[in-house]
């Protein structure tokens, strides 16, 4: 059974989203020519996420459309914490592929923080923080980008 079956049938018991993963904005990019200071900034894709009530993870997997507009995946578990009944602070930790120039791709570890506004109880609209490649020079192998926002916008379909 692959991750996503057994995250699927996770959500019929858990608190589960469907994800559209959707805008980016990419800070700063003539300073590291990143994307021919083209980036696409519609990373269109899908992804599933669900809450589990046991140990208060979140298990996430998805797909969208990278910076040079190709398909890129993600997969992980993260945390939320509460700061008021509009607002979460969270962050996710995973495994992703995409790339990271126009003609590489790389599938590599991250950990990423997060802001999650709680619209209604069945819409949230999450933005995750892409740090810098500069916060990490040493773990890069001489690649660069800049601080990028990724928006996440996300539907409940089970509580």
């Not at 959500?11 to 980016?24: K, P």
């Not at 995409?98 to 619209?119: G, M, R, V």
């Amino acid at each position: 059974m692959n991750l996503f079956s057994l995250l699927l049938i996770s959500g019929l018991f858990a608190n589960s989203f469907l994800v559209i993963n959707g805008n980016t904005y990419h800070h700063n990019v003539t300073e590291y020519d990143y994307c021919n200071n083209e980036c696409n900034s519609n990373n269109w894709g899908i992804g599933y996420e669900t809450h589990s009530n046991k140990n208060e993870l979140i298990y996430s997997v998805g797909t969208f459309m990278d910076s040079w507009d190709k398909f890129s995946w993600y997969g992980g578990m993260g945390g939320e914490y509460y700061i008021n009944r509009f607002t979460d602070f969270g962050f996710s930790l995973g495994i992703m592929n995409k790339n990271y120039s126009a003609t590489e791709e790389i599938t590599t570890l991250y950990i990423f923080p997060y802001i999650a506004l709680h619209i209604t109880d069945y819409v949230i609209i999450s933005t995750t923080i892409i740090p810098t490649s500069k916060l990490v020079k040493d773990w890069t192998a001489g690649n660069n980008w800049p601080t990028t926002l990724f928006f996440q916008y996300k539907v409940r379909i089970s509580k």
